[in-house]
T-cell receptor, first 113, second 113 residues
Framework: QQQVKQSPQSLIVQKGGISIINCAYENTAFDYFPWYQQFPGKGPALLIAIRPDVSEKKEGRFTISFNKSAKQFSLHIMDSQPGDSATYFCAASKETSGSRLTFGEGTQLTVNP | EPEVTQTPSHQVTQMGQEVILRCVPISNHLYFYWYRQILGQKVEFLVSFYNNEISEKSEIFDDQFSVERPDGSNFTLKIRSTKLEDSAMYFC???????????FGPGTRLLVL
C-alpha cells in the first residue's frame, strides 16, 4: 500500500514533442506528490510538486495532472528538449510520515535532437 | 545557491567493515534524511532526523545503521558491519521544514566487496 508505480520505464521523444510519464498510488493518505529530475552522477532535484486540492499545476514547460479519484498523477513535458534527457521520478509522502518520500521506479527520458 | 554536499563521492570497503558516510545539509535546514538507490532500482527511504533524534525509519534501517549529527553542520550515516547488499548510492537530503522541498546531495557510491 506504500508503493508508487511509475511507467514507462523508458521513453524516447523527438525534440519539440510531448513527454508523458504516469504514476499511480494506492495509499489515499498521501497528500504531497513531487516529481524529481536526476542527471547522471547527480542527486534527484525537485522539478515540480502538487497537492491533492488541485487537479493541475503548470510551471513553464512542465505540468502535473492529478486525478484523485483514480489515484493517478502524471508529468507532461511540453516542447521537449535534448537537455531534458534525464531520469524522472515521481514520489509521494503523507503528513503523518515525517515527510518520508516514497519514490516510483523512475523513467529514463531521451529526447532526440 | 546553497546545496547539500556529501563525502566521499565513492567508497569501497570489505564486507564486515564499518563505514561512515558524511553529509553537510543546507545551513538553515532542520530536517535531514538518508535515502539509498541500489543500481537500477528506485530510490528508497532509510531514515529521517529532526531535533537530534530519528523521526522515522524504514524497515531497511536495522540495527546495523545509525545516524548522528555530531556538530552543527555534519550529518552522518554509519553502517557498522557492511554486507554485500549494502552496495548502493546513498543520498543525503535536507529540508527547511516539515513537508517542505527536500534537497538532495550528489550521493556517495558505496561498493562492498
Amino acid at each position: 500500500q506504500q508503493q508508487v508505480k511509475q511507467s514507462p520505464q523508458s521513453l524516447i521523444v523527438q525534440k519539440g514533442g510531448i513527454s508523458i510519464i504516469n504514476c499511480a498510488y494506492e495509499n489515499t493518505a498521501f497528500d504531497y506528490f513531487p516529481w524529481y529530475q536526476q542527471f547522471p552522477g547527480k542527486g534527484p532535484a525537485l522539478l515540480i510538486a502538487i497537492r491533492p486540492d488541485v487537479s493541475e499545476k503548470k510551471e513553464g514547460r512542465f505540468t502535473i495532472s492529478f486525478n484523485k479519484s483514480a489515484k493517478q498523477f502524471s508529468l507532461h513535458i511540453m516542447d521537449s528538449q535534448p537537455g531534458d534527457s534525464a531520469t524522472y521520478f515521481c514520489a509521494a509522502s503523507k503528513e503523518t510520515s515525517g515527510s518520508r518520500l516514497t519514490f516510483g521506479e523512475g523513467t529514463q527520458l531521451t529526447v532526440n535532437p | 545557491e546553497p546545496e547539500v554536499t556529501q563525502t566521499p563521492s565513492h567508497q569501497v570497503t570489505q564486507m564486515g567493515q564499518e563505514v561512515i558516510l558524511r553529509c553537510v545539509p543546507i545551513s538553515n535546514h532542520l530536517y535531514f534524511y538518508w535515502y539509498r538507490q541500489i543500481l537500477g532500482q528506485k530510490v528508497e527511504f532509510l531514515v529521517s532526523f529532526y531535533n537530534n533524534e530519528i523521526s522515522e525509519k524504514s524497515e531497511i534501517f536495522d540495527d546495523q545503521f545509525s545516524v548522528e549529527r555530531p556538530d552543527g553542520s555534519n550529518f552522518t550515516l554509519k553502517i557498522r558491519s557492511t554486507k554485500l547488499e549494502d552496495s548502493a548510492m546513498y543520498f543525503c537530503a535536507s529540508s527547511q521544514g516539515f513537508e517542505e522541498t527536500q534537497y538532495f546531495g550528489p550521493g556517495t557510491r558505496l561498493l562492498v566487496l
